[in-house]
């Protein structure tokens, strides 16, 4: 079995004194290869850096997420149309709209998001997208662009299953967090992930957030790691009904040709 996680922090502070140790129990837990998510100007250049220390093991993204969309200014373009440009950072994301907390205003949020679908659209780039509680502004604005773009992944996908058509119906990949592991909120999923075709459906741990509630004992200081991916993959096959190896073949195989991991 390998594994590819399709998003993970790893430039958060807590993977800082321990970084090695996580990569290793990642590697004896089958997850080979990672995709590092770049979400602000800062921990978009991070992302690259780590990826350019470990080469053939991690990659990058480079993007801002919708929480600091209103840092975003003509630097901030630039930089991650610099950023893209390297042949390790291979989605523009994380970006997109996020209405659940509005930490910054939803017209400044969709501003920046038009901005940087453009740089996956000059770059011709595939996007990291993320949406909570914008559905309706969200699509609206991929609609405009998707025709335009190589691919397109809704990461950390918990919303419902019209967001799931509409997803699909325009030819978006869909990525799976251990949100589908938690009981308390997370059973929709579990129908709506046979739905998911093979080579659209992919799965990552989005850590150091969204540990699994199977990982039995959980870790004493929560943190999720990329060596629970498996957890993930093995609650995905079961409610697809197939077997795990089967399911940690397909979603492999989906973001090495996302990512253009063979390349």
Known sequence: MQLVDIGVNLGHESFRHDLAAVLERASLHAVQRMIVTGASREGSVDALALARAHPGVLY?????????????????????????RDPLVRAVGETG????????????QRQVFERQLQIA????????????????????????????????????FTDTGEALRDYLALDCHIGITGW???ERRGTHLRELVRTIPANRLMIETDAPYLLPRTVKP???????????LRHICAEIARDRGEPADVTAANSTATAEAFFALNA
């Open 121 to 156: 659209v000059d770059m011709r780039k595939p996007l990291f997208l993320h949406q909570r509680d914008a559905h309706a502004d969200f699509i609206a604005l991929l609609r405009r662009y998707r025709d335009r773009v190589p691919a397109a992944v809704v990461h950390c």
């Open 180 to 182: 589908i592991c938690d």
């Open 218 to 228: 959980p870790p004493a200081h929560r943190r999720n790691e990329p060596m629970f």
């Open 60 to 84: 990058a993204t480079a993007g801002v997420h919708p929480h600091h969309a209103i840092d975003y200014d003509d630097a901030t373009d630039a930089l991650l149309r610099e950023l893209a």
């Open 97 to 108: 709209l996020d209405y659940n907390r509005n930490y910054s205003p939803p017209e400044v």
